[in-house]
């Protein structure tokens, strides 16, 4: 029967592509588990065993262990012995080091057998789950070949394996993830963007997706030689899988075409990405720190006639003629919502007679709030209106040099306009409470005291009213610190309470 161990760990081993050490230590478990139970059966006592299995011979031997503590537990002192005990001074041992006594090693038969087949059964499943993970965490972000196992349920199993290594690696990529309409049969050669790897009862499961934009940035890495030689760098992509694309490109080589370069010698990289995609069509963007000329390009096909940035807000009014209003707008949006995920700005698209009536209303409505505000005639509000002040702040605190590019107005209506406005922001911090006043709050900044100023937030009352996503729509803050400054602007209700 010995020999038969032997037989059993090269067996398996070889089979299961798991090292030998993995089997062995497998069957050492199943024997010492059996010598446990028959000494719990037949002495009442419940022992800690180790089993030492010669790899030549076959042969085993069995010891008994007792771990050197420094509190013997109750229910464990049939395992434990005290530092201070005289064995473990005899032989030197140190805390969690364990002293072991030879005893008895029993037959190993059919019983036996069959626990340590078990025990072989769910090592061999831990090591493969081990292995399969350990193999593919690095890949994660990488492009996956393999072959369609079987379709199931509208979900695609790919065999990853590789006969040459004896592994045979599943992945599957969800219904969801396929790219919509796209017909795909067992026995297809397929890829995809490996998205993650999730350790699951019945075994690892690699996820695979040909839906997500990072798939189709690893596809153009792959065409597009210059993007591995760092000469090019692929920004960003947005998709709407198997119909457009949108990618942003950017070129370190000042003599190199970002977008040349990308789509190839007669388009031949960009329609190998498409074909790939199922004829997806592939908008190549070119990439600029400006975020105004950037969603410009991103509008390709349409041309855009000007433009409004509201950076606040983060989002962008785009005007365009009347005659290509559908075309920038695209199917169903198509087209301003993947140049607005392309460039993470919020489009409004327009037509060049509703974005100058739109911005003419909004000058109005600033410019009569200018004449209330500051006691000024309709021809000095609308001058400061149509120069982009929107808040009594801004005139305040706006730079004399800033001021003096404004040709209609000299220094002494500029110095007049500015005492104006700190006047009015004065009178109305005179009418709070000064336990009401935000720079009460330490955590608020003055320059964040300013963009709440500029959005009528003057006072603690004001900013209790807010939610948390409406606060850090105005000022930048961690959303730890933006609840903590509102629930200290709510502290008076509390109190009243």
Known sequence: MNKEILLVVETVSNEKNVSREVIVDAIEQAIAGAVKKKYRLDQKIDIDARVQIDLETGNYKTFRRWKV????????????????DDIAKKNNLKLDEFSEEEIPSIEFGRILAQTAKNVIVQKVRDAERSRIVDLYLPKIGQLIFGIVKRVEKGNIFIDLGMPDKGTIDEAVILKDNLIPKEVIRSGDRLRGYLSHVQSETRGPQLYITRKAPEFLVELFKLEVPEVGQGLIEILGAARDPGLRAKISVKSNDPKLDAIGACVGMRGSRVQSVSNELGGERIDIIMWDEDPAKFVINAMSPAEVLSIVVDEEKKSMDIAVSEEQLSQAIGRGGQNVRLASELTGWTLNVMSKEDAETKISAENDKVSDMFMSELNVDKDVADILAAEGFTTINEIAFCSIDEFNTIEAFDTEIIEELRKRAKDNLEEKKSHIDKDNLLSEIEELSEDNI???????????????????????????LSEEV???????????????E
Not at 69 to 84: A, G, N, R
């Open 450 to 476: 300013i963009k709440l100023n500029n959005h009528n937030i003057n006072s603690k009352d004001d900013l209790a009213d807010l939610s948390v996503d409406e606060l850090l729509d105005v000022i930048e």
């Open 69 to 84: 503590v420094e509190d013997i537990e109750i229910d464990m002192d049939d395992q434990q012995i005290l530092e201070t």
């Open 482 to 496: 933006a609840g903590k400054i509102i629930m200290e602007a709510r502290q008076k209700w509390f109190d009243k």
